[in-house]
């Protein structure tokens, strides 16, 4: 298929938005990938960013703020054969989704994760995100954010997430290709794209980010530690694959426990399904 013929409806982001190369990015990659888009599944929660699978002429499932993740890796479960990617904003996926993010983690679905970090809550006009930077001004912190932002990447390296990437979306070719990496990879993959928001952050513009980011050279992905210590790294913040584990068995693999049918595929003994409803009444 052609890049165009992933394109649905208008879209309600402001001109200049991150938003808009990550969406490119995802539908060069459908297209250089040649993906049917009957095979791929775009889960979001709320926010700006949760807009996108309304934007590209996928399937998809828009679900509860914070909740992407699990309807993901249960979609994956049901059905091995889709691509399903989890993407949400880093309030969406760090915050209210904090908790899924760790034990999404611990499970391992074969799923990628992408992150439009933009550093600041959008959607509800600009508070404090859990990645805004420590004594970022909003119209609620008045005074400047008092916490240290949360490291995404470390914590998923703590975790021994099988697939750690960053990207900063001025750069749209080098995210098209972590994301394919990511797409390939089996397993959890996290991708935490860092995104200007034009209208409510006018710390972390896409100048910032120019000058705050380089490109991760000679480094191992494999190298855990080496990992942590550059997810880390606070005065410029390293672009590229972190960490890959690849020896890791995905959740689908654990819960089918070898058996080949997919869930969907199973037909359902509603006779049967019943009684058990039943046998569980009080
Ligand atoms: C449980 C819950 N808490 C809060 C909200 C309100 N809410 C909707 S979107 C949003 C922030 C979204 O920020 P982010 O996930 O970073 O995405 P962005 O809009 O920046 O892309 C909040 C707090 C909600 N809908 N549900
Ligand atoms: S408010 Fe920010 S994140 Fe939302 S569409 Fe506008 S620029 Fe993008």
Redesign the pocket.
Known sequence: MKIEEYVSKDIAWCPGCGNFGIRVALMKVFEEMKLDPRNVVIVS??????KMPHYIGVNMFNG???RALPAATAIKVANPNLLVIAE??????Y??GGNHFIHTIRRNPDIVNIV?N?M?????KGQA?PTSLLGFKTPVQVDGTILEPFNPLAVAIALDASFVARTFIGDIEFTKDILKEAIKHKGYALVDILQP?VTFNRVNTYEWYKENTYYLKNHDPKDRELAFKRAIEKEKLPLGIFYVNSSKKTFDELVRRGQKTPLFEYEVDIEKLNKLIESKKM
Do not use: K, P, R
Not at 88 to 93: A, E, P, R, T
């Open positions: 929660g709320i926010g700006q960013a949760a509860l703020h914070g949400s904003g880093d309030g969406c996926m915050g209210e439009h933009n600041v809550y959008g959607l509800t995100s928001c």
